[in-house]
């Protein structure tokens, strides 16, 4: 799987919440992230609770339906602290 953003987003991200976009893509190989549907009314967008380097992180991101893992190609829309809600939902599994 291959991710992308947009990087005027990326700027943004960073100023409010302090994480790159990036970290979203180390966080989305976490074998242990806990994903589930958006029901933003944007379009198909997931939510993702995942772990980088010791930190609990919430990416948003669009999950391609179609067409080989390997090849296919998401986008990764934010990356924000998680909230010790979402820390004990990772850590309890789901």
């Known amino acids: 799987m291959q991710w992308t ?3 005027t987003k990326d700027r943004r991200n960073r100023a409010k919440h302090g994480l790159p976009l990036s ?3 180390v966080g989305l190989n976490d074998p242990l992230a806990i994903s589930v549907p958006d029901p933003h ?3 198909d967008r997931w939510i993702s609770i995942c772990a980088v380097g010791g930190r609990t992180v919430v ?4 999950w391609p339906d ?3 893992r390997e090849e296919a190609v998401g986008r990764i829309i934010s990356v924000r602290p998680a909230t010790s809600h979402e820390r004990k939902r990772y850590e309890d599994g789901g």
């Open 23 to 25: 970290m979203g893509e």
């Open 59 to 62: 990416v948003v991101h669009t």
């Open 41 to 43: 009314p944007d379009g």
């Open 66 to 68: 179609d067409g080989d």
């Open 5 to 7: 953003w947009d990087d």
